[in-house]
């Protein structure tokens, strides 16, 4: 098998509707859909980001769970984040999964760091781990009391000579006031950690320029507040009494770069979620950013296999459904964001300068 490179409503509905993570559009069959979607260099980094929906990934029950084990397969991706998974033992789980998904060199396992939703699942050795739980919000219709949304951080050995610092979050979703100062107070403490991490408490737990992916369900609602996710972008904190002064995370003083990937790499459609059931828009709620000084992108797209030719679908083992929720034509939930990363020289020079210390390890 050829595989995939490495490929203004009510406020209570909206609420309702976010809180888990339309116009109506038509997806037509987009001619040699999966030319975009091949890895040309093998050295890249290739990083997948997708909100499953309550872990409807896993097995047996999990609605979902073979056309995300085909996905997988297809994309064969380098690290995984994932929003929406909450179950004990979740860690090693996953990793025998992904182990039988795509097996490894070496009899070697994949690497799984959770930290509340929030899972990263890395083919590369983890130097450390990190997160932090961000803001409360408990989920009692879930059994959920003590749920907070937070950020799950690792420190990846890539070949090489390189490291590569990934952060994988899920923001509070919803229109309201609450939410959107929850999404706020969100995006500020995942500056302030990085700033931290960087500053005189832990200098030298991450080499200079070490390449920065911030990644996962942002929560980008349209016609709601854009600054927490500005915020993320540019580092500016809205509540420095609380968090700190302001940062700027890239190494060369500017913003963050955000992705933005179309649909199949056609370059038409940009939205990662919808439901054609809801009456709210398609948008671009998740989002993948990262410092542009010591990386760039060779490719990147949303997988949507309702738009890819049937022809493709057979050679890349998918099937037209796999992206939709429970088979439902009119609801896709999430949608997978598949970004392939070149190191840059300047990284790979930062690496041999580490000095020392690792940063604590998360603890709940």
């Known amino acids: 098998m050829t595989t995939v490179g490495r490929i203004q409503p009510p406020l209570l509905l909206v609420a309702l509707l976010f809180l888990l993570s339309g116009c109506v559009t038509t997806d037509a069959i987009e001619p040699a859909a999966s030319a975009g979607l091949h890895q040309s260099v093998s050295s890249d ?5 997708w909100n499953v929906k ?6 047996p029950n999990g609605v979902r769970h073979e056309s995300f084990a085909r996905i997988v397969r297809a994309i064969d991706p380098d690290v995984i984040a994932l929003q929406e998974v909450m179950w004990p033992d979740l860690a090693p789980k996953l990793s025998r999964l992904m182990d039988s998904y795509i097996p490894l060199d070496g009899g070697q396992s994949w690497h799984v760091h959770t930290v509340s939703d929030n899972v990263l699942i890395s083919r590369y050795p983890m130097r450390w781990q990190g997160g932090e739980l961000a803001t409360p919000y408990p989920l009692h219709e879930l059994g959920l009391p003590n749920f907070h949304h937070g950020f799950a951080a690792a420190l990846l050995e890539l070949p090489g000579s390189a490291d590569l610092l990934v952060v994988g979050m899920h923001n509070k979703s919803g229109a309201g006031h609450k939410d959107i100062r929850l999404r706020q107070d ?35 609602v349209p016609n709601a507040s854009m600054a927490p996710f500005e915020t993320l972008i540019s580092g500016d904190i809205a509540d420095e009494e609380t968090f700190g002064p302001d940062f700027v995370i890239d190494w060369d003083g500017t913003d963050l770069t955000d992705v933005r990937p179309s649909h199949n790499a056609m370059g038409r459609e940009y939205y990662t979620w919808r439901n054609d059931n809801m009456p709210f828009a398609p948008s671009a709620l998740d989002r993948i950013l990262y410092t542009d000084s010591v990386m760039s992108v060779r490719n990147r797209f949303v997988l949507n296999t309702m738009t890819l030719p049937p022809a493709d679908l057979a050679d890349l083992g998918l099937q037209q459904s796999d992206v939709l929720y429970d088979g439902d034509p009119n609801y896709y939930d999430h949608l997978p964001l598949v970004v392939d990363f070149e190191i840059s020289s300047a990284s790979l020079s930062g690496h041999e300068e580490r000095r020392g210390a690792k940063p604590q390890a998360f603890t709940e």
Do not use: C, F, Y
């Not at 309550?54 to 097995?59: A, D, K, R, Y």
């Open 45 to 49: 980094v290739r990083v997948m980001s």
């Open 54 to 59: 309550m872990g409807s990934i896993l097995p």
């Open 186 to 220: 969100h995006a500020d403490a995942v500056v302030r950690w990085i700033r931290e991490l960087r500053g005189s408490e832990q200098k030298n737990s991450i080499a200079v320029a070490t390449p920065i992916v911030v990644l996962g369900d942002m929560n980008a």
